[in-house]
């Protein structure tokens, strides 16, 4: 369903008819099919499955959690999944695939990348989709979506948005011990399979949904409020309050 509204939403914006949903379609065929009007390649619709199964929610990741949270005050699923992808879209978050994209644009062509990240990194400023809070070491997901984006950039002839990428990873390896993560060769997936960037993210939720439904269901079974305690680190207690006048 989550699939359909995006698809419904990218037609209409072009003021294009909306079609009729299919049943004899694979989840990632019917997306692909609902978007463009014609259902895809064999190749294009596995490309997006395993896309798809890549990006299910896994862990307790910032959109997972966020969902809980909300469920947890026994809102409902609609505020649950609504504040999941509130989370979802934010540039640590999901939105770093439609950050790589546009970091490559902005790049331009391969001769360039060191002298961006070279002065990215000097104005300290985070490299869209490298980095992750728990995979330290590799983001287990990013070589299978680095061969996908081999492929498809090779069939494409458009080879310049994989050379730039290797060359940002391997930069990002060698100066921060940092490494690819899911978002960075997913942008290109998407990119080299036609999807608009602004639904990349979109898709990100897709893949999700399952996850963070099943979350939200879990948490109702057996629920208690999610209600942190905060450690205040701020100014020694018992000190005196100056008067406004004597400031
Ligand atoms: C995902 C992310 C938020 C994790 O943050 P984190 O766990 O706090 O990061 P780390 O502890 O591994 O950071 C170690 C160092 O590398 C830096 N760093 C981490 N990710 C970086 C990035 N993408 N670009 C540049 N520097 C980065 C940190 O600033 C820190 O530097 P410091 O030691 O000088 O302070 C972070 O890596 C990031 O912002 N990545 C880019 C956004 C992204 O791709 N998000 C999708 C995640 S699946």
């Known amino acids: 369903m989550t699939s359909v ?20 379609l694979s989840e990632a065929a019917h ?5 463009n009007g014609e259902v895809p390649s064999k190749e294009a619709e596995k490309t997006l499955d395993i896309a798809y199964i890549l990006h299910a929610e896994h862990g307790f990741n910032a959109s997972t959690f966020t969902a809980r949270v909300v469920a947890s005050t026994l809102s409902d699923m609609y505020s649950a999944i ?6 979802l879209k934010g540039p640590l978050h999901g939105g ?19 002298a961006w990240v070279e002065e990215a990194l000097a104005q300290k400023k985070k490299i869209m989709g490298i980095g992750h809070r728990v995979y330290k070491v590799l983001d287990p997901r990013a070589p299978h979506l680095r ?4 492929q498809l950039t090779a069939q494409l002839g458009e080879s310049k948005w994989i050379q730039m990428s290797e060359r940002i990873a391997e930069i990002m390896r060698e100066r921060k011990s940092l490494n690819a993560n899911v978002d960075f060769y997913s942008a290109t997936v998407y990119y080299s ?4 960037t602004d639904l990349f993210t979109p898709i990100f939720a897709i ?21 942190p305690l905060s450690a205040y680190v701020g100014r020694p207690y018992g000190q005196k309050v100056v008067p406004i006048d004597e400031r």
Do not use: C
Request: aromatic share 8%; glycine share 8%.
């Open 5 to 24: 509204i995006a698809a419904y939403f990218h037609r209409a914006r072009l003021g294009l008819e909306l079609l009729p949903v299919r049943k004899d």
């Open 31 to 35: 997306f692909l099919y609902l978007m």
């Open 82 to 87: 609504s504040a999941a992808i509130g989370a």
């Open 96 to 114: 770093a695939n439609e950050g790589v994209i546009h970091m490559l644009e902005e790049i331009g062509t391969p001769d360039k990348v060191d």
């Open 147 to 150: 061969e996908m984006a081999v």
């Open 193 to 196: 399979l036609g999807i608009p």
């Open 207 to 227: 893949a999700r949904m399952s996850g963070w439904t099943a979350h939200v269901l879990e948490q109702w079974s057996e629920n208690r409020l999610f209600r």
